[in-house]
C-alpha cells in the first residue's frame, strides 16, 4: 500500500518523499463500529496550504488544532516554521504540560506524553487580570494604533463609515496617516478636537476611543515581531476579551494587524530567498508562517465583515506565493466566508449533522466526492476524533482517526458527577 500524503503533490513527494509532513492520524477502514485503524495519514508542512477544520460541538476540532501545532513543532523541517495559534477560549496553554492521562493511549500509537515549548502571549494592558486570576502566560503583545485604517477602527467601533461620526475619523485618521509614520491614541483625540465637527459627534467618537485604551492592546510599537520566530509556537492568548460582540471586535483587529504583518514580511523575505535559491543558498530568510486559528467564522464571517476578513482573505487568496497557511477551524463551515471554503485545499471534518454544513462541505470539493460526503459521514464509528480528510490535490476522501495529543488538551468537557 502506497504511504498517504495528504496535501503533497506528486513532485514533491517523488524528490522529498515523507520529509516535512507530520502525521495527523490513521486511515479508517470500514464502517461504523467495524472500521479499524489502517496506515499513517501524512499532511504535508512543506507548503502553503489553506485548511478547514470542522465538526459539530465537542467532537475534536480544537483538540485537532492542538495535534496540528504539535506536528508543526516535530516535523523535520520545524526550523524552517513559524506557528501562531490564535487562541480565543483560552485552552492552549496547556500544550506546555504532557497529556500524561492519556498515556496509555499514546502508547497504542508508538508515541509518549510530551511538553510542548509553547509561549503564551496575552494583551499587556491585561497582565493584572492574567494574575489576579493566576492564569499562566509568558510573554505580552501591543499593536500599534497608527497600523489601523480608519476602516478597521470603525469595524472595531461597530461604526457606519458613512455615518457623521464614521466621516471624522475618516479625516482624523488621513490627516494623521498624512503627516507622521506614528501616532498614538493621545495624539487621535487631540486632532479630533481641532474639527469643526459637532460636539456630540465629537464627543460619541472620543468614547469610544477613550475605551478602546482598556481594551489592553495598544502601545508605543507593535511587538507582533515576536510572534513568527523560527521554530516557535506562539499562543496568542485572546479569550480575555468575553463573549460579547465587542470582544469579537477586538479579537479581530489583534487578528487583522497580525495577519497583515506576517504576509508584508513574507513578501519581502520571498523576494530574497528566490535571490538565495537561484544562488544555491537554501535556508530560508524567514520562516513558513502557519496560522491556525479557533472559533474562525468569528473572525471570517460568512455575513458581514470584520477587520480580520480582508487581510485572512488576502492570506487565502495570495498566500501561496509568499509562502503563509491558515487553518480555520469551525462549528460551522456554512457560516465561514465562501471564499475561504473554496480555496481550503485540505479539509478535516469531524462529524456534522446540519444540512446547510454537510453541503458547504460538499460544494467545496468538486462534483467527483460530492455525492458521496454522506455516505462518508454515515459511515464513521461513533467516537471522538474520527473525522474525514479531504484531500483536493490527491483528489481522495480518507476516513481517518485523529492521533491522540502528546500535550494537554484543555478544552474538555468537564462534567458535574462526583469524584
Ligand atoms: N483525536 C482525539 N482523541 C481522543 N480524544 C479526543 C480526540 N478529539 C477530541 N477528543 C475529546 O473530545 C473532547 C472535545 O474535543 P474538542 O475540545 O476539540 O471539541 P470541539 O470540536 O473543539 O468543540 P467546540 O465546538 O465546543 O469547541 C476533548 O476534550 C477530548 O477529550
Ligand atoms: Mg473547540
Redesign the pocket.
Known amino acids: 500500500m502506497p504511504k498517504i500524503s495528504v496535501g503533497r503533490d506528486d513532485e514533491d513527494r517523488e524528490e522529498h518523499g515523507l520529509k516535512g509532513t507530520g502525521i495527523i492520524?490513521k486511515h479508517l477502514v470500514g464502517e461504523k463500529e467495524e472500521a479499524h485503524k489502517a496506515n499513517s495519514i501524512h499532511f504535508d508542512l512543506a507548503r502553503p496550504h489553506v485548511m478547514g477544520v470542522f465538526?459539530?460541538?465537542?467532537?475534536?476540532?480544537?483538540?485537532?488544532?492542538?495535534?496540528l501545532a504539535e506536528e508543526i513543532q516535530n516535523t523535520d523541517i520545524s526550523q524552517n516554521l513559524s506557528t501562531i495559534l490564535i487562541d480565543p477560549?483560552g485552552?492552549y496553554w496547556s500544550m506546555k504540560r504532557p497529556n500524561d492521562r492519556?498515556a496509555g493511549?499514546l502508547e497504542e500509537w508508538d508515541l509518549t506524553p510530551e511538553a510542548f515549548d509553547a509561549k503564551v502571549y496575552i494583551p499587556e494592558g491585561k497582565v493584572r487580570n492574567f494574575e489576579e486570576r493566576e492564569m499562566p502566560y509568558d510573554d505580552t503583545f501591543t499593536l500599534d494604533p497608527s497600523e489601523l485604517s480608519a476602516q478597521e477602527w470603525s469595524m472595531a467601533f461597530n461604526l457606519e463609515a458613512n455615518s457623521e461620526a464614521g466621516i471624522l475619523l475618516e479625516r482624523v485618521i488621513s490627516k494623521l496617516d498624512e503627516s507622521r509614520d506614528n501616532y498614538r491614541i493621545e495624539d487621535i483625540l487631540n486632532l479630533m478636537d481641532r474639527f469643526d465637527f459637532p460636539e456630540e459627534v465629537k464627543n460619541r467618537l472620543e468614547n469610544r476611543f477613550m475605551n478602546a485604551q482598556d481594551w489592553g492592546i495598544f502601545g508605543e510599537k507593535s511587538t507582533l515581531d515576536k510572534l513568527t520566530e523560527r521554530e516557535e509556537l506562539s499562543i496568542v492568548d485572546v479569550s480575555v476579551f468575553g463573549e460579547m460582540g465587542s470582544g469579537w471586535s477586538i479579537r479581530s483587529l489583534v487578528v487583522a494587524l497580525l495577519a497583515k504583518k506576517v504576509l508584508r514580511q513574507r513578501m519581502t523575505a520571498r523576494r530574497i530567498e528566490e535571490i538565495d535559491e537561484m544562488e544555491g543558498l537554501s535556508e530560508n530568510e524567514m520562516p513558513i508562517v502557519w496560522m491556525l486559528i479557533?472559533?474562525a467564522h468569528e473572525f471570517l464571517p460568512r455575513d458581514g465583515e470584520t477587520a480580520a476578513s480582508h487581510p485572512l482573505l488576502r492570506w487565502v487568496k495570495i498566500g501561496r506565493e509568499p509562502g503563509v497557511s491558515l487553518a480555520l477551524?469551525t462549528?460551522q463551515p456554512y457560516k465561514l466566508h465562501p471564499d475561504a471554503l473554496s480555496q481550503a485545499d485540505i479539509i478535516l471534518s469531524?462529524r456534522l449533522t446540519a444540512k446547510q454544513d454537510i453541503d458547504a462541505l460538499g460544494n467545496i470539493m468538486h462534483t467527483y466526492m460530492r455525492h458521496d460526503i454522506d455516505h462518508y459521514i454515515d459511515a464513521l464509528p461513533d467516537?471522538?476524533?474520527?473525522g474525514l480528510i479531504l484531500d483536493d490535490n490527491s483528489e481522495r476522501i480518507y476516513p481517518l482517526?485523529?492521533?491522540?495529543?502528546k500535550s494537554w488538551?484543555a478544552?474538555?468537557?468537564p462534567d458535574a458527577f462526583e469524584d
Not at 467516537?383 to 474520527?386: A, C, E, N, Q, S
Open positions: 492520524g465538526g459539530k460541538r465537542g467532537t475534536g476540532k480544537s483538540y485537532s488544532l492542538g495535534v477560549m485552552i492519556a493511549a479557533d472559533e477551524a462549528q469531524h467516537r471522538v476524533g474520527t482517526q485523529v492521533r491522540p495529543r488538551h478544552g474538555g468537557t
